[in-house]
Structures are given as structure tokens and as C-alpha cells.
């Protein structure tokens, strides 16, 4: 059964900082792996989708990383600013077709 | 629309009570997922869509729960006889196909009294 692992669950960092997030899955089995963005009682917004078989993505000041075989990704935030507080989930889309997430990290930017 | 809507936004139920969800998918996506999302959690998966079939409703945690998709576009999530439990944002989203890119709705917040 396919497992997603968050860490940290909660992170503070000052503004102007660069920092990673990561997550890790037990089934390396997948389509492919998704980063979203979910503020406080909204829906998600998706930042970034790797296919299995590609190592990273890139958009913005943000870059994803994956490494299918050992289970990790990791989501790089360059030059952080207040408005990247949110909880960021990371999701693995499964051979069925099921989506399983992770609990996600919340991440505060201090201004 | 251009998105996948939910409605209602919120709602907000007494115990024992009857609700249904609403999801309306992005035209022409044949692929339709239900999601519950507890707080603090990461969303949890209850059941699938291809078409007007559920290929995959091994997420929902109970018969209380069942979820049609009669024409293969809108889906009603129904829930029975509620319980403080259910209290949950529900979320729907679809995709072209089965292993495509999802495209969440903005949930439905349901609050059991």
C-alpha cells in the first residue's frame, strides 16, 4: 500500500531564505508526482508535476525534484517571500490511478 | 466553466441528517474523483469515476456513503444519516483521463452539528 511522507510537518523561516521541503513514497511504482499549494480553507493549486520518468521540474523561483528509485522528492523554494505561506502537499499518482497525498508540510514565511 | 466547481461552498448539517455534494468536472473530462479532507491531514481518496461507472470506490468508509455520476459529467456525493465524523472538506476533481494531470474544485466544507 502506497505510503507519502511529509517532512518537516511544520516549518518557519525568515524572508529571503531558500529552503526544501521533502517527501518520500514507498511504492516507487507511479505516473507520476504533483506538489500543490493549499491555503487556509481553499482548494489546491498545483505547482509543479513530474512524470516518472524525468528527474525535476521547474517554475519560477520553484523547483521539484525526483528520484523514483529511492522513493524522494524534494520541492526547492529559492528566495522565499510572506506569500509563500501555505501548507504545500505532495501527491504520487498511483498505477490504479488513485492519487495518495502526503499530510503535508506548513510552511510560514516571516516577514 | 473553466474549473471544476463544488457546491455549495459550505454546509452545515445536524446529525442524522441527509446532504449531497455536488462536483460539476471540467467539460469533456471523463474521469471524476472524490477526496475527503480531514483537518490536518492530506486529502484521502474515496472513490472513481470513468465515465458513468465508479471503477474504484474502495475510499468510501461506509455505506452511508455512495456517489452517482449518471451521465458521465456531474457527480453528487450523498451521504446518510451524518455523523460529527463526517465533518470534512470534501474535495472533487477530474482529468481527461484516467493518468492525466488532476484539476481540483475549491471542496465543499461540511460541518456536522
Known sequence: ?111 | GAGVSQTPSNKVTEKGKYVELRCDPISGHTALYWYRQSLGQGPEFLIYFQGTGAADDSGLPNDRFFAVRPEGSVSTLKIQRTERGDSAVYLCASSLRGSDIQYFGAGTRLSVL
Do not use: M
Open chain 1, 1 to 111: 500500500k502506497q505510503e507519502v511522507t511529509q517532512i518537516p510537518a511544520a516549518l518557519s523561516v525568515p524572508e529571503g531564505e531558500n529552503l526544501v521541503l521533502n517527501c518520500s513514497f514507498t511504492d516507487s511504482a507511479i505516473y507520476n508526482l504533483q506538489w500543490f499549494r493549499q491555503d487556509p480553507g481553499k482548494g489546491l493549486t498545483s505547482l509543479l508535476l513530474i512524470q516518472s520518468s524525468q528527474r525535476e521540474q521547474t517554475s519560477g523561483r520553484l523547483n521539484a525534484s525526483l528520484d523514483k528509485s529511492s522513493g524522494r522528492s524534494t520541492l526547492y523554494i529559492a528566495a522565499s517571500q510572506p506569500g509563500d505561506s501555505a501548507t504545500y502537499l505532495c501527491a504520487v499518482l498511483n498505477r490504479d490511478d488513485k492519487i495518495i497525498f502526503g499530510k503535508g508540510t506548513r510552511l510560514h514565511i516571516l516577514p
